[in-house]
């Protein structure tokens, strides 16, 4: 397997890790989440990628545990931030299951736990947002005091005082600095173009440069990373590496699909995780939340409904889950109505089955500029989207898929991906008869999860709850020239590595 080859040659070159040395009585550990902003799997080289490089990601999992199936709890940054903090599934957090939302004073949050327990909690950057938790009456970010840095929070601490810090990096959010993945030396020629993208000079360009911020947020991983080695405290540090949700480009953030949903993850504790392991169990990131009480031996209140992983990751042979399940709720205020794009979502080995509830609603919002960032406003504006809408879907290539449509056009209410013949999830069999045990199956399975959690959808599937859920930002409307945005685009192609040329997307 391309993941186990790749971690075994990391592994072999050594690096900071080193075997756990147990000790009798240890102490409570560090407590350390490095959380990217719209990065998704398979996209660091630990997973085998043939363009990103990501040494110090990579460094970590060979020195602890490497995830394949992990899950944002919603592909959309403010309810997957929640639902990191509170240990809930989205539609048990209520209004702070939607993009923009308000913070519950009542919510009882991971940081906060671990403060009362005598822990010097902070972040820096990108906390839990973007929303308003001030009117509700947080004093600071539910993440934790904003700091500076974590020097500022490590020269703070008492001595003998265990820490837990939120590194939350704003890569490799947009926008992007056009030409930033050519310029540094990446080559366009080798990006794995994902098939519900058209393969265009452009298309790749704009990969690039998600790239070139997926390696700026693993620079500044090292650079911690280095500074805990240097001060001794690697060992009794837990490390978690992931994202919040899948990267900003059509049919991934904001969607259930695997692009959207599926994380880059790697836990790394020397004194308890054993080095250079590979786990394909599920992981839900909500589970982070009771994980990190459970390492620091708090006990895990009983709000927090998701369990702690902490057994699989201090054993290697410990089964984990086969599956897990994935919902959205209303990202940004994109529909005429406000309403909700709701979807409920399993995903196991095999297939990913999705459940939508407005299938009326246009998936990406209204194709007319309502409020945030334009028409299909959940899709974050980019050269990538640009295209998909130019393109002529009266004449499409042969064997070519239907790029617009997967990315903006309405979908049905039940969505059904067979993995194993169709990893991408660009053809959907929930019609065919010869899937229809597997849809019975997935559907009551689900059906069964949304009951047991209190999901409002199980007894009133189109319940207007999250419609009218307050969206906090003060901005008006925006919208895009999407013409003008395609002809003043240019794209850098390498000359000799160091001179650019820079074309046109219709060259």
């Known amino acids: ?65 490497l995830f394949t199936n992990a899950y944002c709890a919603s592909p959309s940054c403010s309810p997957s931030r929640a639902s990191i903090l509170t240990g809930r599934y989205p539609h048990q957090n209520g209004a702070m299951g939607n993009l923009w939302s308000e913070f519950s004073a009542e919510a009882v949050v991971y940081p906060r736990q671990l403060e009362e327990a005598g822990y010097l909690v902070g972040h820096d950057q990108k906390g839990w947002g973007p929303g308003d938790f001030r009117s509700t009456g947080w004093p600071h970010n539910p993440a934790g005091r904003a700091y500076e840095d974590i020097t500022q ?89 992931t994202s919040d949700n899948g990267m900003p480009f059509p049919r991934a953030k904001a969607n259930l699909y695997d692009a959207g949903t599926r994380m880059p993850f790697v836990a790394h504790w020397p004194d308890r995780i054993p080095a250079g392991t590979v786990r394909h169990s599920y992981v839900n990131l909500a589970s982070l939340a009771a994980t990190f009480l459970a390492a620091a031996g708090v006990e895990v209140p009983a709000a927090m409904t998701l369990p702690s992983i902490l057994p699989e990751l201090s054993d290697a042979t410990a089964p984990g889950a086969d599956h897990v399940f994935l919902e959205r709720e209303r990202h940004a205020q994109v529909r005429a109505d406000s309403g909700s794009y709701a979807v409920r979502g399993i995903r196991n080995d095999s297939f990913l089955y999705l459940r939508n509830f407005f299938p009326e609603r246009w998936p990406a919002g209204d194709p007319e500029a309502v409020r945030s960032v334009g028409a299909y406003g959940d899709v974050d504006n980019s050269i990538t989207k640009m295209l998909i809408l130019a393109s002529d879907r009266s004449a499409p290539r042969e064997g070519t898929p239907d790029y617009y449509g997967l990315a903006f056009g309405k979908r049905p209410a039940t969505e059904l991906y067979d993995l194993r013949v169709d990893p991408h999830q660009i053809h959907n069999v929930a019609e065919a008869p010869a899937y229809a045990g597997i849809r019975e199956t997935l559907d009551k399975k689900l059906s069964d999860w949304m009951r047991e959690t209190g999901d409002p959808r199980h007894a009133e599937p189109r319940t207007p709850r999250w419609d009218t859920v307050r969206f906090t930002p003060s901005y008006g409307k925006n919208t895009y020239d999407r013409d003008e945005y395609i002809g003043g685009y240019r794209y850098a192609r390498s000359r000799n590595h160091t001179q650019f040329d820079l074309l046109p997307c219709t060259e």
């Open 153 to 241: 929070l490590l020269d703070e601490r008492q001595e003998g005082q265990p820490f837990c810090y939120w590194f939350g990096s704003q890569d490799p959010h947009r926008n992007y600095l056009t030409n930033l993945g050519a310029w540094s030396g990446m080559e366009a020629d080798s990006v794995d173009v994902p098939p519900f993208f058209p393969d265009v000079p452009c298309v790749r360009n704009d990969l690039l440069d998600y790239y070139a911020e997926v390696e700026r947020f693993d620079r500044h991983l090292g650079e911690v990373v280095d500074l805990l080695e240097s001060r001794g405290e690697l060992d009794n540090t837990l490390i978690i590496v």
């Open 1 to 65: 397997m391309k993941v186990a080859t790749v971690l075994l040659g990391l592994i072999a070159l050594g690096g900071f890790w080193h075997a756990p040395q147990k000790s009798s009585a240890p102490e409570r550990p560090n407590i350390l989440l490095f959380l990217a902003d719209d990065w998704s799997y398979p996209h660091a080289g630990a997973y085998g990628d043939p363009v990103v490089q990501t040494p110090n990601f990579d460094r970590l999992a060979a020195g602890g545990m």
